[in-house]
């Protein structure tokens, strides 16, 4: 026994002795008498180190320091804004006369040396990042098992992850970080700096998943820990746990009771491990009975809980930094929020039935611009300490409003370093993150007035419209202005349902064991964030089904079977990730064109050599819009103590056409050899 | 004196002439089954056949330990596995007093129910096994002198444990090429009958069962949770349906039910179609034959360690002393030897399973398979005993001691690994052993779609 095997049992039985003073320490089980005689303390672990090797010269595009315009300088040209009327301009001393109508392409503002800047070019103040690793973790877990009686036992599971690498990591904007103050909206524990890689904080809380306790660099917490009862056919499990519904793997049609937590390596870990790990616990009553032989029913009530998506400027990061979001969970009451499904599953034989009826909040959530709340007026020079005479205008223009700051916290801006500089970068973003970029501006407009009137915002036409208004506002807010969303959350019903039937063929044949299933669920009325990030969200039935064909096969006396799954998913109003394909197929200069549906293609195999010491992997999925993920991998169990895993995952966004017309356009970056090295004890 | 008519030759050429009449009769000096009725087996046999001193003739005597450098005596009383193991990996096996109790190598139960039964046992027309109403079997060893190989792994199909209700903790280890103990696994295997019960009855009426049967790991963590459950239907045309819950995927998913030449975990050497030497449903293997009958020296009493911690048993022999579990091998005077062709599997990797059947409990003492080139691939041993270790013993619920396996030998050959298992008092998680369900609804407890997905845990 080693030296940590036998503290941690000493720390285990202890505990066991403070529960109930009855227990004692026998091999790896123990035994008492009297109430407890059936008593038992079981442990177990691991830690694991884990490295993601970068292999391409990119870099998330959704955080600062992957920003392509950090190394491309954008033209900008500022316009008159057409509702600034003649009367100011005259104020000003200009002689010029407005034509009528005007619009944010009419009159070009010209550069007037150390007085205005009409028209220049920007490059963003961050160096490009340069990573040789994308990740770098120390997990450990425990689990523990408590057998109070023959029907009561006490599961729990200890998980600690640590980041403790060193990236090219985003550490604030040098010397432009001062710029109007810096960054003055949202937590600063997430945009204050260097990236928070664990924290999970929502507007109100800072600490709103339960059983988690995190720091920038580190996160302990109970996946699950949770009281098991059964008697007979009755099983009840109550405290922390995460609960997974569906045959269909990594695609997820009936497993629908949890989000998943993106942290840590997002949805880029060994694909065939399925959300292993991911699944968000939630403090739940969970009620399973078997009926008969072949029918179960499995139904829960839970506490909502949110998918986690990774922070700012962390390697898989899935919201732009421009961004800055405030997560309404805790202000929106939803904290306090319960879903609850019913699941019936039935076996007959070669077929398999099930059905679910799921009452939930959809822990994706979804997402539109919000009054930024910043108080602070435009500054009065450029990050190049040129006179910002533009911003300067619109200052004074609003102190008899109650100034600027005041109005442009009624917006869904804020002018702060860090945000989009160019109507280039608006648009190549808009267009990566399945957005509207012109629709999207008219939102931010018309959904926050007076206050955008008051600072000179209005709706345009077109998307040249759009560019001159946002250059203008770029040049006017110092340089940049930063973006700020809320996330909201819905409530929806989801049915489903699926069928299961494994076929009999001649032995041996193709067709023999064929596990055929088809799985799909209908949402009506489900909540989609507007790809214009509108206040109204869309609003649509929702179909979401799959067909997966798994098979065993042998092709060699020598080696075991190879495991072979075939999986299509077809999806009717979002992607895989959950935007909706209204957002899909935007260019650079053109708003998206949308897409009627989504189909994805999965296919993968394992082939274990003898004795499953070495075992190959081999997971694809293919976008037929032109993205396919490759995922090849070795795992390596040398012994019962240690195991090797390693994999290759590689992304192409661009097989054909436009990348912003499939799944895994903008997520190239994320091309990586990863290495883990377990030690389980 | 006795005559030397029945020396070994002559039991030789009486095995020989059996096995090639077809003849089923078991005994040689008088009818096997009336003398187990009658508690004393000694008559059935010459000492030649229950005396390793007579047969090796003052070679090997009882309480001698099997060594290299006296196994070529008994050469023919063992499997060719186990002869390699003693000739060449440092194994050693004492031999022990040959049983001739035939309570010794039962369950009371079972005997008793066997012995109630006997005689009522038929093969139907689609090669089930039926009484002689043509329902299903009534319970017990329904051939008890098994006239063909059918009928000889019938008795070994119908109840794998002998017990309506049996509950293994289980510890494993798998011994590398080099020696080392590779991995340790801990898990539990549960069977319930359906039917051909000591009981007498259907359980929940399931006639179209045989049996419910479910494994779980415990240990390691990385395992822990892993769990399978099998039902076979009583038609032993029909694969079990198999389902599965993997931690990973946190849900009971169904699996292929053919898929039983697998390895199930890193460094495990057995199949799921080597458990009990009838892994798989009987009528999905075929052309079977007796081949043979001769003496063999077989674990089959005096083999449970239960005043050891945990009923664990000592080690020995291979690179690093780790590779075989202690034993204790008598004569078995007469067994079957019994072939068959995983004909339902045309891709199985196994070509052919031969397995030594010993006639007094019509349980196998010997199990080796072959590749598909006819190579020797692996060995299956497995130690019997009565439960009573000195004046520790399990009980049975008439207060008699139990019976059951108490260890497995699983041994590749030809990667040289092996998995050695032991039936122990009770494994990680809090699993403890037992050969009845004990008051408990085992059933809804270990045997259910919802069972594996509790037992599944975290």
Known sequence: MGKGQMCARIVVLSLSFACCGMARADGDSGGGSGWFSDMDVSFGGFIRPEVALHTTDKENPLNERGNPYNSIAAPRQAYLPPNSGTALLSALGSPIKLPLPLNWNSIPLPNVPLLLTGRDTVQRPVPPANNAFNLHLLRAEVEIGVKFTNDLKLVGRLRAVGDFGHYSDFEGYGPDSRINGGISGGDPALYGGAPNYFQYRVEGDKHPNPLEWAGPNYMVYFPSLFLDYNHGPLNVRLGNQAIAWGQAIFFRVLDVPDGLDLRRHSVLDYAQEEYSDKRVPAPALRLGYQITDGILADGYVQKFQPTVYGNPNTQYNVVPVQFTVHDRYSEGGYEDKLGYGLRMKANFGQWGFQAIAVRRYNPDGVFRWTASGVDKNLPATTSGSTPNLLGTFVNLANVLSGGAGKNLAGTPFEASPGGVYSADEWFHYAAMVRLDGTNGLNAAVNDFMPYTTKVFASPVANYQQAV??????????????????????FQETNLGSGVSYVTDGEPGSILDQLIINVEATYTPARVFTAPTLGKNFLHQNDWVSALVLEKYQRFSQDFPATYFVLQYMHRTRDDLFGRSLRGYSGTDTAIPTGETNANYVVFAFQQPFPQDIYRIGFSTLYDPHGGILVQPGLQFKPTGHWSIDGFYTYINDHLSGNPNSNLLGGLGFANEFTLRVGYQF | MRIRKYDVDYSRRLFLERTAQGAFATGVLAPLWPLIASGDMSKAYPDELTSVEMYTKGKVKTGDVLTASNVDAVKDLLDPITFQQIKTMGRRITVVETVKDP???????????????????????????????????LG???FAEPKTGEEAIANLTLSWGRHDYCQYAIRQWDISPGGDPAYQYDFVWAELQANARLDGTSFQNKKDLLRIQSVWFTSPQDVAGSSFLSTWYYDQHKYPDLYGYLPAFKRVRQFPTNQRFEPLLPGITWFLSDAWAAGDPMLTWGNYKIVGRQPMLGAVSQNWHGSRKNWEIGVHGGPKGQTFLDANFS???????????????PRAPVGKKRVWIDVRNQQFVAYITYDRRGEIWKSFEVGWSRYQDGSTLVKDPKGNSEWSWTYVLSHDIQANRMSRAAHTESCAGGYKSQLADNGVDVYNKYLTNQAITRLGQA
């Open chain 1, 468 to 489: 001159g208004e946002l250059n203008t506002f770029f040049i006017a807010g110092g340089g940049d202005l930063r973006g700020h969303i809320e996330r909201e959350y």
């Open chain 2, 103 to 137: 309570t010794l190598l039962y369950p009371m139960a079972f005997l008793e129910t066997s012995l109630k039964n006997k005689g009522k046992a038929k093969l139907g027309a689609d090669g089930n096994i039926v009484d002689q109403a043509g329902d299903s079997w």
């Open chain 2, 140 to 142: 017990g060893i329904p």
């Open chain 2, 331 to 345: 004569m078995c005077p007469e067994c079957i030897v019994l072939e068959a062709e995983p004909v339902g599997y």
